[in-house]
């Protein structure tokens, strides 16, 4: 068991060179995180919860070469007995705390990733990126902080990060998807437009800084771990709803998320990341979810994907070594990566592995969905009808909306209608499959809600505007029933989408009659 100074002070005792790695408080703003030796974690009723304090004196990267300058610091040999103890600690439920102190052997704290989960087409896919330094293989959606403000917000990075390195883009449509943020809306980063720029030459010309923008709903599975970061003498910063991914292999402490997503099927994935202003144009996989969870599950070090995407183009029949022999030649052409970096690669033996942020992450979504599954058959829903290949009535609603959804359901069914119903603590081992199906097949959405706030719900709100992005791609008729069932509705306060369609106040009518109102726009 590890050992740990009361005050967690961090103390750092490799012969690191000064140029690359310097006291936080003379970091620059380029790339930024903390080395502590010292943090503690503890489990809770669900998951696990990180302490973790450092000062303007603790040391910290700067620079992107300041990670391989400690790589070539660590001993291996510490790293795999650190590892066998994370894992240990975090898969026994009877272990209830971990605390660790080895000054020779500090993590990297202040990265933030994201897993993505798409539904492409009629599938559901893991989406990760090719990574051909170390750690090679394949990588969530991930980044360190560029400043000490993102330092103590990890989910600031996680958000930036995934809005820069995933593009999605729509070329026959004229449109890239932007996604929602969770937490307020910050600007594009400067090197966003500068992709944007670059992307356009490759899409030869389709003048992608001037089509059309649409909002792509997007679904955060919340995750159980929480974080606690002490800064100086200022507040303590806590951070909940993530999970929690420390690997010693990498030996770095980083926040995930999981998103969930949903996009047609003639989508190109795209690849944001710049390296000194020029785009690394990394290849994108889409792995097939169920077949990967059970190669994961299995111990497969080989992982292949089922959709390649790489510079601007979908590539379904080409061999993925081909394609990544491809990407190599690129980033040396481009003077991105070096002749030696390639060398590095070669002679790596599980060039198609996971890394490791990558398969930290996988193993606690996978452990969470079990738990879901488990915590799901306990809960008593009202009956659904088996579904049809069509939905005719897709019913949304908040779990505070419960009871009245009901009503607005058994109204329909005895009505003739097929509806689809869950409420939105629902959960699959495939993570939503059933609502992007029926989604993708109904005519018409119910939205049912007796106060505006509940619409904003994450699976609510990814439910309606994935319904209504289906519209305006004609996806689904101009004409599609989209109706929001709700009483004494202010326009002010409901999603601009939804004022453009039609509202049902059921509060200015007795029920029967509103529920006849809502048949009649169903029948149009």
């Known amino acids: 068991m ?219 599975l919340s995750g159980h771990d929480t974080v606690v970061i002490k800064y100086n003498d200022k507040d303590t910063v806590t951070i909940t709803d993530c999970f929690l991914n420390i690997n010693a292999r990498d030996f770095g402490i980083e926040i995930d998320r999981i998103a969930k997503l949903s996009v047609n099927k003639n989508a190109i994935l795209c690849d944001g990341e710049l390296s000194n202003g020029r785009l690394v144009n990394q290849v994108v996989g889409l792995f097939e979810t169920g077949r990967f969870s059970r190669n994961f599950e299995t111990g497969h070090s080989e992982f292949m994907p089922d959709l390649i995407f790489w510079n601007g183009q979908s590539r379904p029949n080409a061999d993925i070594k081909e394609v990544v022999r491809e990407y190599l030649d690129y980033v040396i052409e481009q003077g991105i990566k070096t002749i030696e970096s390639r060398k590095e690669w070669e002679a790596f033996p599980d060039k198609y592995n996971l890394c490791p942020a990558s398969r930290n992450i996988l193993d606690r979504y996978l452990h969470l969905e079990e738990e879901a599954i488990i915590e799901s058959s306990k ?16 019913l949304s609603f908040a779990s505070e909306d419960l009871l009245i959804a009901k009503e607005v359901f058994n109204y329909l069914c005895n009505e003739g209608y097929n509806v689809f119903f869950s409420d939105e603590t629902m959960h699959h081992s495939n993570f939503g499959t059933e609502i992007d199906h029926a989604l993708k097949h109904a005519r018409s959405l119910v939205l049912v809600g007796s106060e505006p706030g509940h619409f904003y719900k994450p699976w609510v709100q990814y439910e309606w505007q994935t319904f209504h992005n289906d519209i305006l791609s004609r996806r689904k008729p101009m004409k599609t029933p989209l109706v929001t069932f709700t009483k004494k509705p202010n326009l002010k306060s409901l999603p601009r989408p939804l004022t453009y369609r039609h509202i049902i106040d059921y509060s200015r009518k007795p029920w029967e009659e509103s529920l006849k109102e809502l048949n009649k726009l169903l029948l149009k």
């Open 379 to 394: 809960i008593c829903r009202p009956p659904v009808r088996k579904r049809s290949a069509r939905t005719e009535v897709f």
């Open 2 to 220: 590890f050992s740990q100074p009361e005050d967690m002070k961090q103390e750092v005792t490799l012969n690191l060179d000064k140029d690359l790695i310097r006291p936080l408080k003379k970091a620059q703003n380029e790339f930024m995180q903390v080395l502590v030796s010292s943090f503690r974690i503890s489990r809770g009723e669900k998951g696990l919860a990180l302490e973790v304090a450092f000062d303007e004196d603790s040391l910290a990267v700067w620079l992107r070469e300041g990670k391989n300058h400690l790589r070539q610091q660590m001993d291996p040999a510490l790293a795999d007995k650190y590892q066998m103890e994370l894992d240990r600690f975090v898969h026994d439920p009877g272990a209830k705390e971990l605390v660790f102190y080895d000054p020779r052997f500090p993590f990297r704290f202040g990265n933030g990733g994201t897993l993505p989960v798409l539904h492409y087409g009629d599938n559901d896919y893991y989406c990760f990126f090719y990574r051909d330094i170390w750690p090679i293989g394949w990588n969530i959606s991930n980044g360190g902080a560029e400043s000490l403000s993102e330092l103590l917000d990890p989910l600031a990075i996680i958000e930036r990060e995934f809005r820069e390195e995933l593009i999605i883009v729509e070329p026959d449509e004229k449109c890239r998807y932007i996604f929602d943020w969770s937490e307020g809306k910050r600007p594009d980063h400067p090197d966003f437009s500068i992709a944007r720029r670059v992307w356009d030459e490759i899409f030869n010309g389709h003048d992608f800084q001037k089509i059309e923008d649409r909002t792509l709903p997007l679904k955060w």
